[in-house]
Protein backbone atom coordinates (compact mmCIF):
# COMPACT_ATOMS: atom_id res chain seq x y z
CA UNK A 1 0.00 0.00 0.00
CA UNK A 2 1.48 3.80 -1.20
CA UNK A 3 0.43 6.29 1.30
CA UNK A 4 1.58 10.09 0.82
CA UNK A 5 2.04 11.75 4.22
CA UNK A 6 1.96 14.93 5.14
CA UNK A 7 3.40 17.07 8.68
CA UNK A 8 2.53 20.23 9.32
CA UNK A 9 2.52 20.26 12.87
CA UNK A 10 5.17 23.00 13.64
CA UNK A 11 7.77 24.61 11.73
CA UNK A 12 8.46 22.02 9.24
CA UNK A 13 6.23 21.51 5.89
CA UNK A 14 6.47 17.87 4.86
CA UNK A 15 5.26 15.45 2.48
CA UNK A 16 6.32 12.15 2.14
CA UNK A 17 5.17 8.55 -0.12
CA UNK A 18 5.59 5.47 1.92
CA UNK A 19 5.32 1.89 0.54
CA UNK A 20 4.15 -0.61 3.28
CA UNK A 21 4.94 1.84 6.30
CA UNK A 22 9.05 1.15 5.77
CA UNK A 23 10.26 1.90 2.30
CA UNK A 24 10.30 5.65 1.64
CA UNK A 25 9.86 6.50 -2.26
CA UNK A 26 9.59 10.23 -1.86
CA UNK A 27 10.04 13.06 0.68
CA UNK A 28 10.64 16.47 0.52
CA UNK A 29 10.73 18.63 3.42
CA UNK A 30 10.98 22.96 3.62
CA UNK A 31 11.22 24.33 7.22
CA UNK A 32 10.63 28.05 8.29
CA UNK A 33 13.32 27.45 10.87
CA UNK A 34 15.75 30.10 9.31
CA UNK A 35 13.03 32.90 10.26
CA UNK A 36 12.57 31.68 13.63
CA UNK A 37 16.30 31.75 14.23
CA UNK A 38 16.01 35.72 13.87
CA UNK A 39 13.40 35.73 16.96
CA UNK A 40 15.08 33.45 18.64
CA UNK A 41 12.05 31.29 18.68
CA UNK A 42 9.13 30.40 16.96
CA UNK A 43 6.52 32.47 16.22
CA UNK A 44 3.12 30.67 15.94
CA UNK A 45 1.75 33.54 12.81
CA UNK A 46 5.32 32.79 11.45
CA UNK A 47 5.26 29.20 11.20
CA UNK A 48 1.65 28.94 10.04
CA UNK A 49 2.31 31.94 7.22
CA UNK A 50 5.39 29.95 5.64
CA UNK A 51 3.48 26.61 5.63
CA UNK A 52 1.09 28.12 3.67
CA UNK A 53 3.49 29.12 1.27
CA UNK A 54 5.45 26.18 0.92
CA UNK A 55 2.60 23.41 1.19
CA UNK A 56 2.31 23.41 -2.91
CA UNK A 57 5.61 23.33 -3.68
CA UNK A 58 6.48 20.68 -1.09
CA UNK A 59 3.31 18.60 -2.08
CA UNK A 60 4.27 19.11 -6.10
CA UNK A 61 7.92 18.34 -5.38
CA UNK A 62 7.24 14.85 -3.52
CA UNK A 63 4.98 14.00 -6.49
CA UNK A 64 7.17 15.21 -8.76
CA UNK A 65 10.09 12.40 -7.06
CA UNK A 66 7.58 9.99 -7.26
CA UNK A 67 6.84 9.77 -10.36
CA UNK A 68 9.13 12.25 -12.96
CA UNK A 69 7.78 11.75 -16.31
CA UNK A 70 3.75 12.42 -14.60
CA UNK A 71 2.00 15.85 -13.64
CA UNK A 72 1.12 15.65 -10.31
CA UNK A 73 -2.51 14.67 -10.51
CA UNK A 74 -1.74 11.61 -12.61
CA UNK A 75 1.14 10.99 -10.14
CA UNK A 76 -1.51 10.95 -7.21
CA UNK A 77 -3.49 8.09 -9.04
CA UNK A 78 -0.67 6.12 -7.88
CA UNK A 79 -1.44 7.20 -4.19
CA UNK A 80 -3.59 4.31 -1.88
CA UNK A 81 -4.43 6.49 0.78
CA UNK A 82 -3.78 9.85 2.39
CA UNK A 83 -2.43 10.61 5.93
CA UNK A 84 -2.63 14.06 7.78
CA UNK A 85 -0.80 15.24 11.24
CA UNK A 86 -4.09 16.06 13.14
CA UNK A 87 -2.20 17.50 16.40
CA UNK A 88 -0.76 17.80 18.79
CA UNK A 89 0.69 21.46 17.50
CA UNK A 90 0.40 24.82 16.50
CA UNK A 91 -2.91 25.45 15.59
CA UNK A 92 -2.46 27.47 12.42
CA UNK A 93 0.43 25.28 11.28
CA UNK A 94 -1.78 22.00 11.87
CA UNK A 95 -4.91 23.46 9.85
CA UNK A 96 -2.65 24.18 6.77
CA UNK A 97 -2.31 20.43 6.69
CA UNK A 98 -5.08 18.60 7.70
CA UNK A 99 -7.02 21.24 5.16
CA UNK A 100 -4.43 19.94 2.04
CA UNK A 101 -5.08 16.71 3.56
CA UNK A 102 -9.39 16.64 3.30
CA UNK A 103 -8.86 18.76 -0.28
CA UNK A 104 -6.89 15.56 -1.80
CA UNK A 105 -9.05 13.29 -0.27
CA UNK A 106 -12.38 15.07 -1.57
CA UNK A 107 -10.81 15.51 -5.09
CA UNK A 108 -9.36 12.14 -5.37
CA UNK A 109 -12.06 10.09 -3.29
CA UNK A 110 -8.64 8.32 -1.38
CA UNK A 111 -9.39 7.58 2.28
CA UNK A 112 -7.34 9.42 4.74
CA UNK A 113 -5.85 8.48 7.86
CA UNK A 114 -5.62 11.54 10.89
CA UNK A 115 -2.65 10.79 12.80
CA UNK A 116 -1.32 11.59 16.37
CA UNK A 117 2.21 13.14 15.74
CA UNK A 118 3.68 12.11 18.87
CA UNK A 119 2.74 8.28 17.56
CA UNK A 120 4.26 9.10 14.40
CA UNK A 121 7.75 9.74 15.89
CA UNK A 122 7.51 6.33 17.35
CA UNK A 123 7.31 4.80 13.71
CA UNK A 124 10.19 6.22 12.44
CA UNK A 125 12.07 3.21 13.96
CA UNK A 126 10.27 1.28 11.05
CA UNK A 127 11.37 3.35 8.46
CA UNK A 128 13.98 1.34 5.72
CA UNK A 129 13.56 -1.41 7.37
CA UNK A 130 12.88 -5.07 6.20
CA UNK A 131 10.02 -6.57 8.12
CA UNK A 132 12.28 -9.31 9.81
CA UNK A 133 13.92 -6.71 11.25
CA UNK A 134 10.75 -4.20 12.95
CA UNK A 135 11.06 -3.71 16.28
CA UNK A 136 9.68 -6.33 18.36
CA UNK A 137 6.39 -5.92 20.70
CA UNK A 138 5.94 -4.71 23.38
CA UNK A 139 7.46 -1.81 23.59
CA UNK A 140 8.75 1.00 25.58
CA UNK A 141 9.17 4.82 23.98
CA UNK A 142 11.16 7.96 24.81
CA UNK A 143 9.76 10.83 22.51
CA UNK A 144 11.44 13.90 23.24
CA UNK A 145 11.07 16.95 21.04
CA UNK A 146 10.84 20.48 20.58
CA UNK A 147 7.37 20.47 22.37
CA UNK A 148 6.93 17.17 24.21
CA UNK A 149 9.25 14.69 26.62
CA UNK A 150 6.92 11.49 26.71
CA UNK A 151 7.99 8.07 27.60
CA UNK A 152 5.01 5.30 25.98
CA UNK A 153 4.01 1.91 26.31
CA UNK A 154 3.38 0.52 22.97
CA UNK A 155 1.99 -2.80 22.41
CA UNK A 156 -0.64 -4.24 19.51
CA UNK A 157 -4.08 -5.78 20.51
CA UNK A 158 -5.85 -7.32 17.53
CA UNK A 159 -5.20 -4.98 14.35
CA UNK A 160 -4.84 -1.88 16.31
CA UNK A 161 -1.30 -0.38 18.22
CA UNK A 162 -2.07 0.90 21.49
CA UNK A 163 -0.70 4.06 23.11
CA UNK A 164 0.12 4.88 26.83
CA UNK A 165 1.80 7.64 28.82
CA UNK A 166 4.26 6.34 31.51
CA UNK A 167 5.20 9.78 32.40
CA UNK A 168 6.34 12.94 30.69
CA UNK A 169 7.29 16.64 31.60
CA UNK A 170 5.74 18.57 34.31
CA UNK A 171 7.09 21.42 32.23
CA UNK A 172 9.24 22.27 29.45
CA UNK A 173 10.46 19.65 26.87
CA UNK A 174 14.02 18.60 26.62
CA UNK A 175 14.12 20.26 23.02
CA UNK A 176 12.42 23.77 24.22
CA UNK A 177 15.06 23.26 27.49
CA UNK A 178 17.56 23.00 24.41
CA UNK A 179 16.41 25.76 22.75
CA UNK A 180 16.01 28.21 25.85
CA UNK A 181 19.52 27.19 27.09
CA UNK A 182 21.16 28.00 23.37
CA UNK A 183 19.02 31.31 23.29
CA UNK A 184 20.19 32.05 27.27
CA UNK A 185 23.99 31.13 25.57
CA UNK A 186 23.55 33.95 22.56
CA UNK A 187 23.00 31.18 19.85
CA UNK A 188 21.02 30.52 17.05
CA UNK A 189 17.79 28.56 16.64
CA UNK A 190 16.91 25.56 16.99
CA UNK A 191 19.26 25.17 19.77
CA UNK A 192 19.77 21.68 20.28
CA UNK A 193 21.78 21.26 17.21
CA UNK A 194 23.62 24.80 18.11
CA UNK A 195 24.28 23.36 21.54
CA UNK A 196 25.61 19.67 20.62
CA UNK A 197 28.34 22.00 18.37
CA UNK A 198 29.77 23.55 21.25
CA UNK A 199 29.61 20.39 23.78
CA UNK A 200 32.07 18.72 21.10
CA UNK A 201 34.01 21.34 20.84
CA UNK A 202 34.53 21.52 24.80
CA UNK A 203 36.14 18.07 24.58
CA UNK A 204 39.33 19.00 24.73
CA UNK A 205 38.64 21.10 27.93
CA UNK A 206 38.91 18.71 30.97
CA UNK A 207 35.97 18.59 33.08
CA UNK A 208 37.60 17.97 36.69
CA UNK A 209 38.61 21.05 37.68
CA UNK A 210 35.31 22.98 36.10
CA UNK A 211 33.19 24.99 38.84
CA UNK A 212 30.61 25.00 35.97
CA UNK A 213 27.41 22.99 37.27
CA UNK A 214 24.07 22.48 36.43
CA UNK A 215 21.18 20.26 38.13
CA UNK A 216 20.15 16.90 37.09
CA UNK A 217 16.08 17.45 37.69
CA UNK A 218 14.44 14.91 39.48
CA UNK A 219 16.76 12.08 38.56
CA UNK A 220 16.84 10.31 42.01
CA UNK A 221 12.92 10.53 41.73
CA UNK A 222 10.77 7.02 41.93
CA UNK A 223 8.91 7.55 38.75
CA UNK A 224 8.85 8.50 35.22
CA UNK A 225 8.31 12.12 34.80
CA UNK A 226 10.71 15.07 33.88
CA UNK A 227 11.34 18.72 34.58
CA UNK A 228 13.40 21.15 32.76
CA UNK A 229 12.39 24.19 33.24
CA UNK A 230 14.76 24.88 36.15
CA UNK A 231 17.55 23.51 34.52
CA UNK A 232 16.77 26.74 32.18
CA UNK A 233 17.07 28.79 35.31
CA UNK A 234 20.00 27.59 36.36
CA UNK A 235 22.23 28.17 33.68
CA UNK A 236 20.44 31.42 33.44
CA UNK A 237 21.77 32.14 37.15
CA UNK A 238 25.37 30.92 36.23
CA UNK A 239 25.59 33.42 32.93
CA UNK A 240 24.53 36.19 35.37
CA UNK A 241 27.27 34.83 38.04
CA UNK A 242 29.78 33.89 35.61
CA UNK A 243 29.34 37.60 33.92
CA UNK A 244 29.61 39.64 37.38
CA UNK A 245 33.04 38.26 37.91
CA UNK A 246 33.82 38.77 34.26
CA UNK A 247 34.49 35.07 33.14
CA UNK A 248 31.74 34.86 31.06
CA UNK A 249 34.25 33.90 28.07
CA UNK A 250 34.27 31.47 25.12
CA UNK A 251 35.57 28.78 26.88
CA UNK A 252 33.00 28.95 29.69
CA UNK A 253 30.37 28.82 27.15
CA UNK A 254 31.69 25.81 25.95
CA UNK A 255 31.68 24.22 29.17
CA UNK A 256 27.99 25.69 29.69
CA UNK A 257 26.38 23.90 26.52
CA UNK A 258 28.32 20.73 27.46
CA UNK A 259 26.94 20.76 30.94
CA UNK A 260 23.21 21.73 29.21
CA UNK A 261 23.68 18.23 26.76
CA UNK A 262 25.07 16.16 29.43
CA UNK A 263 22.57 17.25 32.54
CA UNK A 264 19.30 16.90 29.87
CA UNK A 265 21.05 13.42 28.63
CA UNK A 266 21.82 11.86 31.26
CA UNK A 267 17.76 12.46 32.79
CA UNK A 268 16.53 11.05 29.75
CA UNK A 269 18.42 8.34 29.36
CA UNK A 270 18.51 7.02 32.90
CA UNK A 271 14.84 7.72 33.39
CA UNK A 272 14.09 5.70 30.07
CA UNK A 273 16.05 2.86 30.91
CA UNK A 274 14.49 2.73 34.83
CA UNK A 275 11.04 2.88 32.90
CA UNK A 276 12.51 -0.23 30.87
CA UNK A 277 13.85 -1.94 34.04
CA UNK A 278 10.40 -1.69 35.77
CA UNK A 279 8.29 -2.55 32.30
CA UNK A 280 10.38 -5.30 30.48
CA UNK A 281 9.49 -4.25 26.91
CA UNK A 282 10.81 -6.62 24.12
CA UNK A 283 12.70 -3.03 22.43
CA UNK A 284 13.08 0.22 23.80
CA UNK A 285 12.26 3.20 20.80
CA UNK A 286 13.72 6.36 20.60
CA UNK A 287 11.75 9.54 18.18
CA UNK A 288 11.60 13.21 18.08
CA UNK A 289 14.32 15.95 17.10
CA UNK A 290 16.55 15.42 20.14
CA UNK A 291 17.24 11.50 19.70
CA UNK A 292 18.68 12.95 16.72
CA UNK A 293 21.48 14.31 19.24
CA UNK A 294 24.41 12.31 19.07
CA UNK A 295 25.63 11.77 22.68
CA UNK A 296 22.13 10.56 23.56
CA UNK A 297 22.12 8.60 21.22
CA UNK A 298 25.56 7.08 22.07
CA UNK A 299 24.36 6.71 25.75
CA UNK A 300 21.18 5.12 25.26
CA UNK A 301 23.77 2.34 22.87
CA UNK A 302 26.32 1.93 25.77
CA UNK A 303 23.71 1.69 28.40
CA UNK A 304 21.51 -0.86 27.04
CA UNK A 305 24.28 -3.06 25.37
CA UNK A 306 24.04 -5.41 28.27
CA UNK A 307 20.64 -5.70 28.45
CA UNK A 308 17.79 -8.19 27.23
CA UNK A 309 15.66 -4.64 25.40
CA UNK A 310 16.70 -4.35 21.90
CA UNK A 311 17.35 -0.83 20.96
CA UNK A 312 15.77 1.18 18.26
CA UNK A 313 16.88 4.52 17.40
CA UNK A 314 15.58 5.86 13.93
CA UNK A 315 17.36 7.41 11.03
CA UNK A 316 18.98 11.02 11.88
CA UNK A 317 16.56 12.18 8.75
CA UNK A 318 13.56 10.51 10.60
CA UNK A 319 14.04 12.06 14.17
CA UNK A 320 12.85 15.69 13.14
CA UNK A 321 9.75 16.52 11.74
CA UNK A 322 8.79 15.09 8.18
CA UNK A 323 6.57 13.62 6.13
CA UNK A 324 7.88 9.77 6.44
CA UNK A 325 6.74 9.14 9.79
CA UNK A 326 3.14 10.48 9.09
CA UNK A 327 2.78 7.46 6.65
CA UNK A 328 4.34 5.07 8.04
CA UNK A 329 2.09 5.59 11.44
CA UNK A 330 -1.20 5.65 9.20
CA UNK A 331 -0.32 2.16 7.67
CA UNK A 332 0.88 0.38 10.77
CA UNK A 333 -2.58 1.85 12.27
CA UNK A 334 -4.72 2.09 9.14
CA UNK A 335 -7.97 3.37 10.02
CA UNK A 336 -9.29 6.31 7.84
CA UNK A 337 -11.87 8.50 8.74
CA UNK A 338 -14.31 10.85 6.50
CA UNK A 339 -12.02 13.51 5.41
CA UNK A 340 -15.41 16.00 6.89
CA UNK A 341 -14.67 14.51 10.48
CA UNK A 342 -10.66 15.15 10.69
CA UNK A 343 -10.24 18.23 12.65
CA UNK A 344 -6.81 19.77 13.49
CA UNK A 345 -6.03 19.39 17.24
CA UNK A 346 -3.34 21.50 19.22
CA UNK A 347 -3.70 19.50 22.15
CA UNK A 348 -3.79 16.12 21.39
CA UNK A 349 -2.34 13.57 23.51
CA UNK A 350 -1.54 10.11 24.23
CA UNK A 351 -3.45 8.90 27.50
CA UNK A 352 -1.94 7.64 30.89
CA UNK A 353 -1.83 4.35 31.64
O1 LIG B 1 10.59 16.54 16.60
P1 LIG B 1 10.98 17.93 16.24
O2 LIG B 1 11.58 18.14 14.88
O3 LIG B 1 9.78 18.90 16.36
C1 LIG B 1 8.81 18.81 17.36
O4 LIG B 1 7.94 17.91 17.25
O5 LIG B 1 8.93 19.60 18.32
O6 LIG B 1 12.00 18.42 17.37
C2 LIG B 1 12.57 19.69 17.34
C3 LIG B 1 13.47 19.83 18.56
C4 LIG B 1 14.04 21.21 18.76
O7 LIG B 1 13.83 21.60 20.11
C5 LIG B 1 15.53 21.04 18.47
O8 LIG B 1 16.36 21.92 19.21
C6 LIG B 1 15.74 19.60 18.87
O9 LIG B 1 14.58 18.93 18.44
N1 LIG B 1 16.92 18.99 18.20
C7 LIG B 1 18.02 18.58 18.86
C8 LIG B 1 18.93 18.13 17.87
N2 LIG B 1 18.35 18.28 16.65
C9 LIG B 1 17.12 18.82 16.88
N3 LIG B 1 18.30 18.56 20.18
C10 LIG B 1 19.51 18.10 20.55
N4 LIG B 1 20.45 17.67 19.68
C11 LIG B 1 20.21 17.68 18.34
N5 LIG B 1 21.13 17.25 17.49
ZN1 LIG C 1 7.92 16.34 16.21
Known amino acids: MIILGIETSCDETSVAI???GHRVLAVSTASSEQFHSQTGGIIPDTAARKQL???IPVLTATLKQFSPQQSAPEALKKIDALAVTQGPGLIGSLLVG???GK???LLTNKPIVPVNHLEAHIFGNWLEKEPDCFPPLPGLALIASGGHTEIIWLEKKARRFSFSRLGGTRDDAAGECFDKCARALGLGYP???AIAKLAKQSTNIPSGQSSIKLPRPMLNQNNFDFSFSGLKTALINQIARLKSKGLFNQEAKLLLAREVQD?????L???TIAAATKYQPQSLLLGGGVTANQALREEFTQLTSQKEVDLFIPQIRFCTDNGTIVAAAAYFNYFPQPW???TASSSLEIKTK
Open 18 to 20: VQD
Open 103 to 105: TLS
Open 263 to 267: AIVQV
Open 98 to 100: TQT
Open 340 to 342: SKI
Open 53 to 55: SFM
Open 269 to 271: VTK
Open 191 to 193: GGP
